[in-house]
Structures are given as structure tokens and as C-alpha cells.
């Protein structure tokens, strides 16, 4: 997209094959010149399918910016909500260049818009980043920026963060930003999610942002620059570039389960001292034995019978490494189906179901041997309700 800047040198984007670098732009974006007439027509070149490497490390610490979202709110008992708008196949590689040495520009920030459905606060955030095949230097340290802004480019600052990541060569990585990321509070509605970073040196090793061609598309994107070390930045420009349909920036949020309606006949004399549910028909048994293991998280169960038989659940009807079957009384009649999942890539917890089919009291547990336990029970004579626990160990890091 070519674009004027103050001292009247315009920009266009770099799109590139990661495995074979070429020597000039493959493609720029036709788009408004600020000091001249309307700029010529560019042509875009779709760049070839590059690989996707594994997840790469990386560091993550805030930066002393002060937010300035006013409104936020802590959340309680949150769900997990991925926004994006690539289809995890990524086509384009992207960086600015000066239209006229071709040469990468100093420092760039490509940024993209997204609507969050309510206040919430940020889970991780995600940017995939590659490595051209003759780029010499694997590390490539960045900022991750948060705008507010609800048009076509972000407008007020309200905190950043630095980060370091190695890539490998004629690759990209999508990479999972956590630390001082996680537990950002935002408002609902727009939020700008931005990564900049410098050019290499020597320009060959200049990293670039991958982007999606052919995805689902639909938030605003926008970019900018600095020419030179020492220079100002350019003012944002809108990129309404149709060959590209998202930037490879994701932002997962936990936003808070919404309040339930209130009765709409509340009791005028409520008991001010409500008594606990009833402890009667629960089983107070512990299990003896570990029946199921599934990658280091061990499942054990006991029951009672109504006349007072204590037995404990047996697996070996089939089991895998995140799911399994308990039965109590015969091989060939399963009591309880459970699953310990690794959901650590999409909210840093292992997933916790359990769906039983028995009105027998018992008493369920998973345990990693550090953690605090997680249990369910039923008591006698009920048919046993399920449990589902996204949040039930917290991965390692």
C-alpha cells in the first residue's frame, strides 16, 4: 500500500515466500497518497504456502505503559473466547519496505481490530511471526500493543508489552503469549492488538508477520512505520488490501458467565440463617486404588451400595491416554465414562468430564499428585448428574 510520510518517502508492504526469499517485493497494496495525486494501480502476487514450525519460545513481560480503560471489571467464573479471523493456514509473509532502495524501514507495527462481546480479561494472546530461509539470526525481540479504537485505526494507547522469541529458519511459528499478558482487563466492544518490531540487520534477517489469504476475514486492520532510527512515526493507515483477510494476531478473553435474573417474587422473610444442604445419601469412603492413569493424572473412585457394601470402581473396558471407563459390579455394564483433557494451548488448564450413569453413591477423583484433588460424588439413590471443569489443573509451564 503505498503512503507518503513526512519526509516524503512512501512505503509499500513486503508479501514473501518464507522458503525462498525473493529479491524484490512479490506484491504492495494500491492505496491514497497523502501529498500526491492518486498513486498507480499494484498489482498483488499471492506468496507460496510456507511451513508451520513447532511453538517456539518466548518471553513476555509488560512494558510501563499506564491503561487507560476506565471500566474494565475483574472476572469471576469466566469462559474462554478465541477471537481471530484466519482459517490457521497462513499464506502471506509481511513487512514495510521503502518503494524506493526496497530496503526494510526501521521499525513497523501492523495492528488488527477485534469486538469483544463483554468486559473480560485477557487469557493469552497470539502472534505468528517467520523466519525467511536466509535469515542468518534466529531471535527477533517485538512489542505487543493494546489500542483503543473503534474506526479503521487504533486511536489511544492502554498498555504494551516486550517480547523475545527464536524462529527457525524458513518457517513460521504461531506463538502463545502469556505472562504479563494474562489477566489484562478489558471493556467489551473494539480493542486493537498489535505487534511491532525492527528491521534485521543485515536487512536479510528482518522477520516477518504472517497473514491469512483466503480465512473467514472481518476485523479492521492497520499499519505504520518509522523510516529511520530517531523518526517519528507515521500516522496509521487503514489496510483495505483484498487480498489480504487477517493478520496472524489472535486474542483469547475470559469473560464472565452473565449474572442470572433475578426473582422476580423474592420471599419478604428470607431465613437469615438458611440451613447447609444435607449431607445424607453421600458415601464419606475413600478410594484405595487408582484404576485409570492418563498422562500422570490418576482417577480414583469408591461407591456404597444401598445396604452398606463399600467397593471401589475397577477400569479395563477400554481405556486411552485422555479418556476411560469405570465399572462397579460386572466387566461388561460401565458405571462412569471420564476424560482428562489437555486443553493447555487453549486456556493453560487440563479439562476435567465426568458422565456417569448410576444412581449409586460414590465418591470420584483426579489428582496429579501436587494439586489440589478434584472430586465429584453422588449421592444414593439419584441418578448422578455430569460434571464438566475447564479450569480443573493449571498446566505446567
Known sequence: MVHRIPDRRSFVFLFAGLLAAPATPLAAQAGRDLLAPPPARVEAVRAGLVMQAADAPVTVRARDVRAVHRDAVVVASPATELYKYDDDELEAALYLVDDETEEPLFEFELAQRFRLSGPGTV?????????GADDTSADVDFVLNFYSGGGTTPASLLTGFEGAVELDAGTYSCIRLGGDVEGLELSGGPVWVAVSWLRGTPPENTKFLMADE???????????????????????????????????????????????????DPDPDPDPDPEPPP????????????????????????????????????????ASGESGLLWFFSRGNAEVLIKVLDGCRFNGHRWVFVAPVTDVAFNLYVTDGESERWSHRNRQGEVAVPARDTFAFKCGE
Open 123 to 131: 487469557a493469552y494472546a497470539v502472534i505468528c511471526m517467520g523466519r
Open 214 to 264: 483466503n480465512g473467514p476475514g472481518g476485523g479492521a486492520r492497520a499499519f505504520r512505520a518509522r523510516v529511520d532510527e530517531g523518526e517519528d512515526w507515521s500516522d496509521w493507515e487503514a489496510d483495505s488490501n483484498p487480498d489480504i483477510r487477517a493478520y496472524g494476531i489472535r486474542l483469547a478473553v475470559d469473560h464472565a458467565e452473565p449474572d442470572p435474573d433475578p426473582d422476580p
Open 279 to 318: 449431607e445424607e445419601g453421600y458415601t464419606d469412603c475413600e478410594p484405595q486404588t487408582t484404576p485409570l492413569v492418563f498422562d500422570g493424572y490418576s482417577v480414583s473412585l469408591c461407591y456404597e451400595t444401598p445396604d452398606g457394601q463399600i467397593g471401589e470402581g475397577k477400569g479395563g473396558i477400554w
